[in-house]
C-alpha cells in the first residue's frame, strides 16, 4: 500500500474520532496547488522511457525537481497546518539525494521490511555504498508488511506533517489564508466557500465598488 495513501487514511480516520469532519476542506484555500501536483506526480511517474539522459542523473534531478516544487507549494502556503514539519522533512531529503546523486537505501532495513536487496537499483534510489555521505538520513527505516517499504527521516517529517494537516483542517483549526488568491488556476474555490473566496480580489474590486455606489443610491 502507498504510505502517503495509508497516513491520509489514518489521518482522515484520527480526525473523525476527533469530531473533525472532511467538511472543512470545503473552506481551506490553498494558493498555487499545482505546485503540489507536480511535486508528486515528478516522484511517481516512470523515467525509463527517457534515453537520452543517465538514468541516476534523470532519477536525481527528478527527486531534486520534486522536492523544489514542493517546498515551494509549502512556502507559498506556510500558514498551513504542519508546513514548517513537512518543508524540513522535505529539506533533509533534498539534502542526502543532492550529495549522493539519488537516495541511498539500506540493505538491511530493505530485508527488514521483507523485501530483497537484490533488486536492481531505480533512477531514483540506490543501495547504500561506503561512499554515501549523512547515510542516517537515507531511506533507513524498515516498515514491515503489509506496507513493506524502506522510508527515510524526512519522509517521517513529511509524512507526520501531512497526517497533522488533515487532523487540523477536520477539526476546523486552520488559520485563515492571509494571501490573496492567485489569478492562476481559479478552477476551484470549494462549492461551498463564500462566492468572495472564489474570486480574486482583483477580479471583484470593480463589482464591489459599483453595488456599493448603487446600493447608496435612494
Do not use: C
Not at 555504498?129 to 522510508?151: N, S
Amino acid at each position: 500500500m502507498s504510505p502517503i495513501l495509508l497516513i491520509l487514511v489514518l489521518a482522515v480516520v484520527v480526525g473523525f474520532a476527533a469530531g473533525g469532519t472532511l467538511r472543512n476542506f470545503e473552506a481551506l484555500r490553498v494558493n498555487w496547488w499545482v505546485l503540489a501536483f507536480a511535486g508528486v506526480a515528478l516522484q511517481t511517474m516512470p523515467l525509463s522511457w527517457i534515453d537520452m539522459v543517465p538514468p541516476r542523473l534523470l532519477g536525481t534531478g527528478a527527486l531534486l525537481a520534486s522536492y523544489a516544487l514542493l517546498l515551494a507549494f509549502i512556502a507559498v502556503n506556510r500558514w498551513i497546518p504542519g508546513a514548517r514539519v513537512m518543508a524540513l522533512g522535505l529539506l533533509l531529503n533534498m539534502l542526502v539525494v543532492g550529495l549522493n546523486a539519488g537516495m541511498p537505501v539500506s540493505a538491511s532495513a530493505i530485508e527488514a521490511a521483507g523485501g530483497s536487496a537484490d533488486r536492481p537499483a531505480s533512477t531514483k534510489h540506490h543501495l547504500e555504498t561506503q561512499d554515501d555521505m549523512l547515510v542516517f538520513l537515507g531511506d533507513v527505516i524498515p516498515v514491515p508488511e503489509p506496507v513493506g517499504i524502506v522510508v527515510s527521516v524526512g519522509d517521517v517529517l513529511l509524512y507526520a506533517g501531512m497526517a497533522w494537516f488533515v487532523i487540523q483542517v477536520m477539526r476546523g483549526r486552520s488559520r485563515e489564508n492571509p494571501r490573496p488568491l492567485a489569478v492562476w488556476f481559479l478552477t476551484y474555490r470549494g462549492k461551498h466557500a463564500p462566492s468572495h473566496w472564489r474570486v480574486p480580489t482583483r477580479y471583484r474590486s470593480r463589482g464591489h465598488a459599483e453595488a456599493g455606489s448603487s446600493g447608496s443610491e435612494p
